[in-house]
């Protein structure tokens, strides 16, 4: 039976337990690269983190009885350092990873000699805590709009007019990305090429760039085909980013950040395969 559990545990390696999700990625012995099969296994876990509003996300190394305290803290250290890495290329906003720590060696407790190498083998691990936001406490906050967003929907025409205020959101209409990628479709490129000539001639407008994947649970929208990484609301916001820092934008006025499926706007697909431009700051002209 104990036999069966550790099996079952190296499978798996998560748990919800209390209202927290866990997750357990193994290493080898003395190394911190996160092996291939783990990798896999923890891409599934974030995926299953797109539909969960995440409070706080926790990350603790471990290794096991072997090597000297000061060896087994640097390299717990350095196994949770690894993991933080892959959160966050995949997408996980690095302000909900509070804690990373190296936790040093787990100490060796078996009944059985036999079974001293799987135990070892299932110290050698970074454990991952996900805390979910207490829906119970959340309070609905009332919608803040200005008057531009109140009588008509605001576009990139009230930028090249002046009549956009700080908070004013704008969904870039007519700009669509393929399924699984990062790049706009060739019918966009107008679009954009109209965009930049607006922002490059409103030198006061601050901005931040949203990218969106598509809203389906089951669709594999999230994952960037081109490098398999699971950050394609990040990749999308900064392909216009970069885009625009060609045309002459300057990157000190734009931010792009990954909104992942979380503001779906139902109806088609492509719809939510899209960026929206959010106004930070307005400087005097």
């Not at 009588?151 to 870039?172: E, F, H, P, S, Y």
């Not at 607006?198 to 594999?220: D, E, M």
């Amino acid at each position: 039976m104990k036999s069966f559990l550790i099996l079952f545990l190296l499978i798996t390696g998560s748990v919800i337990s209390q209202n927290e999700l866990k997750h357990d990625v193994y290493f080898n012995t003395d190394e911190y690269d996160v092996p291939l099969t783990e990798e896999n296994r923890l891409l599934l876990f974030i995926s299953s983190l797109d539909t969960i509003a995440i409070d706080k996300i926790s990350i603790y190394g471990f290794c096991d009885d072997r090597g000297t305290n000061d060896y087994n803290l640097e390299l717990s250290q350095n196994r949770a350092d690894a993991i933080k890495d892959m959160f966050s290329s995949y997408g996980i906003d690095k302000s909900l990873i509070t804690n990373v720590n190296g936790k040093g060696e787990i100490l060796l407790k078996v009944l059985n000699e036999d079974e001293v190498h799987k135990i070892r083998g299932l110290n050698r691990k970074v454990e991952i805590i996900v805390k979910p936001k207490d829906k119970t406490k959340e309070t609905v906050k009332p919608e803040v709009t200005t008057t531009a967003t109140k009588d008509k929907k605001v576009t990139t025409q009230d930028i090249a007019n002046g009549t956009v205020k700080k908070g004013d959101k704008i969904r870039l209409e007519n700009i669509y990305f393929k399924t699984n990628y990062s790049y706009v479709t060739s019918d966009s490129k107008k679009t954009l090429e109209e965009l930049a000539k607006i922002l490059v001639a409103k030198k006061n407008i601050y901005f931040t760039i949203q990218g969106h994947v598509c809203c389906t649970q089951n669709s594999r929208d999230a994952v960037d085909k081109k490098t398999q990484k699971r950050n394609l609301s990040v990749a999308r916001a900064k392909y216009i980013y970069d885009y625009l820092a060609r045309k002459g934008v300057d990157k000190k006025r734009m931010k792009y950040v990954g909104m992942r499926r979380k503001f779906p706007l139902g109806g088609d697909p492509k719809y939510d395969r899209r960026v929206e431009i959010v106004i930070t700051y307005i400087a005097e002209e």
